[in-house]
């Protein structure tokens, strides 16, 4: 017959073993919500995004009222336009290496100050969009350095970022695959470990086969980040997006995505340059209800072409009667 006290004693020896694993226990589930592709919780869920006050839609609307007044039908569609929250684009020729991470740095402690979360692009990769209307980048020894540069301004700083916007889309096409992936990874490495909410590009739903997508961007390392984003820069309607990045989800072990509705709201004609009468998509929001969809966002500010092509500007370019008709055919 054991006393009391052995009892007692050996009571207090398992509470003292079990302390340890319920702490690891803890622990390992503590860890595990931050594993960004492992989230069960909407990153974005209380986050509202930043509107840059310097954009190109902003600048066009402080122009339209000063040339047709402030009540003008001109200026009060671009003013609404320039009110919504859309995505600064980070490329090299704007944001050089010297400069990208004060800049960066300044921008995100704008929105932060406003309460707001800034969404950046970067699209700075060698040789970007296959020499095509938006031919760039920097050479391959240069990219890791100006991902770097974003990088370390987001160490402490919360952002959004979309990764790179056809580059692994078009790799088959350019025939870079390899290339392309190691780039593309190399810049997830380099973000992973930052407080940015990290999206790669996943071209659209009449693009690439779902399955194919998510072989490259499993091989690019997207279970280190967030999630993708699909339709960046295009005209697909949402529905088909959904669909497409439901599937592109379930190959990439649950990856969240975004979807850019900026010019999706009448769909697309099969035309991805300066299509004509495209209108403006739902506006940004996060998303609570759709499966793995964090948001709908911005991602192509409105107005700004996509190259020389019906009858468009340079891409990137300000095309001010392009960004009016998208607005009344919004019903605007």
């Known amino acids: 017959m054991h006393s009391s006290g052995s009892r007692t ?36 869920a209380t986050t509202s995004f930043y ?3 310097s954009s190109s839609a902003a600048q066009a609307a402080a122009d339209a009222a000063e040339r ?4 003008s039908a001109e200026a009060t569609a671009l003013g609404r336009l320039a009110a919504q929250p859309a995505a600064i684009w980070l490329t090299p020729e704007k944001y050089p290496l010297d400069t990208v991470g ?3 740095a300044t921008i995100t402690d704008a929105a932060i100050k406003d309460g707001k979360t800034a969404v950046f692009v970067l699209y700075g990769i060698p040789n970007r969009d296959c020499g095509n209307f938006s031919a760039g980048g920097l050479s391959v020894l240069e990219y890791p350095g100006w991902v770097q540069a974003i990088a370390t301004s987001l160490t402490l700083r919360e952002a959004v970022v979309i990764l790179e916007p056809d580059a692994l889309s078009l790799a088959t096409q350019c025939n870079n695959v390899e290339e392309r992936v190691h780039e593309v990874h190399t810049a997830v490495d380099l973000l992973a470990p930052t407080r940015a909410t990290v999206y790669l590009d ?3 739903s009449e693009w690439i086969a779902p399955s194919a997508m998510a072989g490259l961007l499993n091989r690019s390392g997207i279970a280190s980040v967030r999630g993708f984003a699909t339709n960046v820069s295009n005209y697909m309607d949402s529905v088909a997006e959904h669909a497409y990045a439901q599937q592109v989800s379930d190959l990439t072990n649950g990856a969240h995505y975004v979807i850019d ?8 004609n099969g035309e991805w340059c300066n299509p004509p009468g495209r209108a403006l998509g739902v506006l940004p929001s996060v998303v609570s209800n759709q499966g793995a969809q964090d948001a709908n966002l911005w991602i192509k500010q409105p107005g700004e072409s996509d190259g ?5 500007p340079t891409a990137g370019d300000w095309w001010n009667a392009q960004a009016l ?5 919004a019903g605007w």
């Open 261 to 268: 509705t900026s010019r999706n709201g009448a769909g697309s």
């Open 202 to 204: 996943a071209g659209h």
């Open 51 to 53: 509107v840059n006050p």
């Open 102 to 104: 004060e800049e960066v």
């Open 325 to 329: 008709a998208l607005t009344k055919a």
């Open 308 to 312: 020389t092509c019906n009858g468009g």
């Open 9 to 44: 004693g050996l009571v207090l020896g398992i509470i003292a073993l079990a302390v340890p694993v319920l702490a690891l226990g803890t622990f390992v589930s503590a860890f595990a919500l931050q594993v960004p592709g492992g989230q069960t919780v909407n990153p974005l």
């Open 68 to 71: 047709f007044g402030a009540t």
